[in-house]
């Protein structure tokens, strides 16, 4: 049992450096040799833990979507429905894009470029969690529709796409062209988006 | 004078390939070496045409660039000013990003995820193409103001900034999530940028 947790605990440890590792080399750049070559611990050791290089990325993925729940979607769940939710996600995920968890951007738009036009059980796990994030929007939209901040015809699905257009447009508006207003930007974007998912 | 014209020819040639093989490795990983290993001919030949690595890459991304200017902006130029230019650009972007122009997703766009967190010039040039083409979409918007089709009052860098992060979430929304519904979504979403800048 000891010993189980103590495995765990290393597991634990590796993963935590590959995820740093995989922000600095790809995804696909992450292999077990190349981790166990940075850590300096034998392949074979490695292979213990994570079986196989598509075994480590899927690790990598969850570890990070762990974190991005943990930054970004328990402590809006906190908040009250509807708008203040959604304003709620929004900081949270203008934290997250924030140099202290993501020093080099935001991971998962990282590996979306990097997995878009690839095929296999990585990329597919990336998918399912980019639309699992698109339904937590489509839901607090939803839940501005049941509290009445909402109009009744608002489509949550395309609020859901536009909402995530806007993240991503402050993604590339700071960590592309460091543009100082970028946060102003997004944030007169998702005040445009909400006024008119309102309007009666 | 034949002499230059058959090394321009055949530079240009070169370069064309070299544009495909960008797309598949990424930027960073065009290097004379492997260019001239793909193409069977000798490094010292290819350094002769390209002397480094970087002049390399800027001449790729200057050869998307020309690409991206006869796809998207030159036919837009000759449309009426203000919103049918707009939505001409708009059309345009998303013929450009249509597999025939973009196999594997535009190329700007991957170039940023790859570059985003790079320094030096390739990547000083990256954001200079991007700031042109926010330009090219304010200078449309202007015009809209001027013709009398957008209010006064219209921020024309907020409008260039949110086109674009519509542009990036379709992107996003094919590419990635090959979602079946993307076009209609971005140009519901394009539409209601522009229906917001004409409101009284």
Redesign the interface.
Known sequence: MRAMRKGEATRQAILEHAVGLARQVGLQGLTIGRLADDLSLSKSGLFAHFRSKESLQLQVLEAAAERFIDVVVRPALKIGRGEPRLRALFDGWLAWKDPQHSP??CVF??T??????QEGVVRDR??QM??DWLDVIATSARGAVREGQFRSDV?V??FA??F???L???H??T????DP?AEH?AR??LD?LIS?ARRH
Do not use: F
């Open positions: 080099r951007g738009v990282q979306a470029a990097e997995l878009d036009d990336l998918v980019q639309r489509d699905d395309q796409h536009d995530q257009s806007v991503l447009g402050y590339h508006a960590q592309l062209l460091r207003r930007r007169a974007a445009a008119a």
